[in-house]
């Protein structure tokens, strides 16, 4: 299978925490959105780069396993990893790290490829297939 990763980090706001003072879980999801724009920069497949192509990319999938709870005002790891797939979607992987580098979230979110007309791509797009050639996931 093969595999890119990025690691980012995020910093836990006061607004993410509930009356027990640790994040809410609803924000775990968001964190892997941080995740996926940063991977997305690192490796030239941001939300931009898809959207200057025609296309946009909802998720129709996300699952969340909670482990460990954040707290306000720690600095945690996101490391997003794209999984290849042959079909027209993207797959990312998350894992979420606490300060202590203890394994506090893992999650996963499917996407797939919708034109400016709104219609689902069947098929994998050309500026995608380029993108996969160019970070080594295809030959």
């Known amino acids: 299978m093969n595999t890119i990763s990025f690691t980012s980090e995020i910093r836990v706001r006061f ?4 009356p027990l003072g640790i994040v809410w879980h ?4 968001s964190y892997f959105e ?7 920069r690192e490796h030239g497949i941001s939300y931009l780069d898809v959207q200057s192509h025609g ?3 909802p998720i129709i999938k996300s699952t969340c396993e909670h ?12 490391e997003t990893t794209y999984i290849d797939s042959p079909a027209a979607k ?8 606490n300060p202590q580098d203890e394994l506090v ?27 996969k050639r160019k970070v080594g996931l295809v030959k």
Not at 26 to 29: F, K, L, Q, S, V
Not at 67 to 78: E, F, N, T
Not at 90 to 97: A, D, S
Request: hydrophobic share 35%; with cysteine; charged share 25%.
């Open 34 to 40: 941080d995740g996926r724009e940063a991977f997305g």
């Open 90 to 97: 993207m797959i990312f992987r998350y894992k979420i790290y």
């Open 15 to 18: 607004n993410e925490t509930d």
């Open 105 to 131: 979230c893992t999650g996963e979110t499917i996407q797939v490829f919708v034109d400016d007309i709104g219609d689902l791509s069947l098929t994998s797009p050309h500026f995608f297939e380029d993108w």
């Open 67 to 78: 482990k460990l709870p954040l707290r306000y005002g720690d600095i945690a790891k996101i």
């Open 26 to 29: 609803g924000h775990y999801i």
């Open 55 to 57: 296309f946009v990319t």
